[in-house]
């Protein structure tokens, strides 16, 4: 009962806020929850911006902006473009606190439709797009902090993101590596420790480099290998694995899936 008024309040407060509602995405790899037929996501457990140099993606490498998988889903669905670019707006020209609100009013959001299906409180931040801006990477670190019962995880490309995100109990935080930044992702390992996502042609190379930076070569994604499926009854494939989640260990993928 106290949590049901608890909420209907943060309802009232954000429907007398002026600011503009952020929209969470539905991915099948990262769902805590599938459709009884096991193909559809029952919670949205992801937050999108457009990707891309011209939008949040200020540290795209040649690498990743030639194979962006999240930028050809833009190109094809046309609602998911609508989506993503109604986010980009809402976050322009906002102060921190106003951006730190928007988010949480999101984060709200979801807590609500958790607790309304009993799903796990995972939330991936950015499955499309970056940290762009200080101020936002700022509001998102506050909104972390203060929803200890969420488990959120990250990949980004942005150094000052890593430096201003990590140690943070509560979020799963890779960097993005490929041989364009490789430079960058050993100074960020070895002065933050964080764990490095790597993009290479195949599970090989990706596991020379990682092994040259780590001395240990990294787990290949489950999910792309085919040891586990996109999406099932039990969830997606993050929420079957759980290694990024958990940040349990550095991440090989491979553009070739070899
Ligand atoms: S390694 Fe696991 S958690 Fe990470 S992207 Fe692949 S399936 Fe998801």
Not at 98 to 118: G, P, R, S, T, V
Request: charged share 25%.
């Amino acid at each position: 009962m106290l949590m049901l008024m608890m909420n209907t309040q943060k309802k009232v407060l954000r429907l007398s806020s002026s600011l503009p509602r952020l929209r969470r995405n539905n991915d099948r790899k990262t769902a805590t929850l599938s459709t009884p037929d096991g193909k559809k996501p029952l919670v949205a457990n992801t937050f999108g911006l457009p990707s891309g140099k011209s939008f949040s993606c200020p540290n795209a490498t040649s690498v990743c902006e030639k194979v962006c998988y999240a930028g050809k889903l833009e190109k094809i669905f046309k609602g998911t473009r609508e989506l993503l670019l109604a986010n980009w707006d809402a976050v322009q020209n906002k102060s921190v606190n106003e951006l730190q609100q928007m988010i949480q009013f999101m984060i709200d959001d979801f807590k609500w439709e958790c607790d309304k299906y009993n799903a796990a409180k995972y939330f991936r931040i950015h499955w499309d797009g970056d940290f762009f801006s200080e101020d936002y990477t700022k509001a998102w670190r506050r909104v972390i902090k203060h929803n200890k019962d969420v488990q959120f995880w990250v990949y980004t490309r942005v150094p000052s993101a890593v430096e201003m995100l990590t140690g943070i109990d509560n979020l799963g935080l890779y960097f993005s590596a490929d041989d364009d930044n490789k430079h960058e992702a050993k100074r960020l390992r070895q002065e933050y420790g964080v764990k490095l996502a790597w993009l290479a042609d195949t599970f090989e190379d990706a596991s020379s480099q990682v092994r040259a930076l780590t001395g240990k070569p990294g787990a290949k994604c489950p999910e792309q290998t085919r040891q586990i499926p996109l999406i099932n009854i039990d969830g997606g494939a993050c929420y079957t694995c759980g290694l990024c989640i958990t940040n349990k260990t550095d991440i090989r993928f491979s553009i070739s899936k070899k």
